[in-house]
């Protein structure tokens, strides 16, 4: 089992800068995969970024690059995200995922999800 807690959402402005963070706990592999999706009101479950726990290399969408950050840190068994310059439209649900299959990329099979953290970035 794999637990995932996502925390570190809340109401900020445009602009703003905000880090979330997912503790994961259980039983875990160093091949995993870790990402972050959100979900937009009347959208569905879109990846921001994921990363491999193991080698630190990290996937972006386009719409990531240059605001978002995703890193981890092995002792803590956390994975973050780093979102600066905030826009409405990335209010969203953020939720943390693994992939116990380990692939890197847009083909991950994510199979433990945490609860999700709300971000709202107001105008």
């Known amino acids: 089992q794999v637990q995932l807690v996502e925390s570190g959402g809340g109401l900020v402005q445009a602009g703003d800068s905000l880090r979330l963070s997912c503790a994961v706990s259980?039983?875990?592999?160093?091949?995993?995969?870790m990402g972050w999706f959100r979900q937009a009101p009347g959208k569905g479950r879109e990846i921001v970024a994921s990363?491999?726990?193991?080698?630190?290399?990290?996937y972006y969408t386009d719409s990531a690059k240059g605001r978002i950050t995703i890193s981890r840190d092995n002792a803590k068994n956390t994975v973050y995200l780093q979102m600066n310059s905030l826009k409405p439209e990335d209010t969203a649900v953020y939720y943390c995922?693994?992939?116990?299959?380990?692939?890197?990329?847009?083909?991950?099979?994510?199979?433990?999800w945490g609860q999700g953290t709300q971000v709202t970035v107001s105008s």
């Open positions: 259980g039983r875990t592999f160093s091949n995993y995969v």
């Open positions: 995922a693994a992939d116990s299959f380990g692939r890197l990329g847009p083909r991950a099979k994510y199979d433990y």
């Open positions: 990363i491999a726990w193991n080698t630190g290399r990290t």
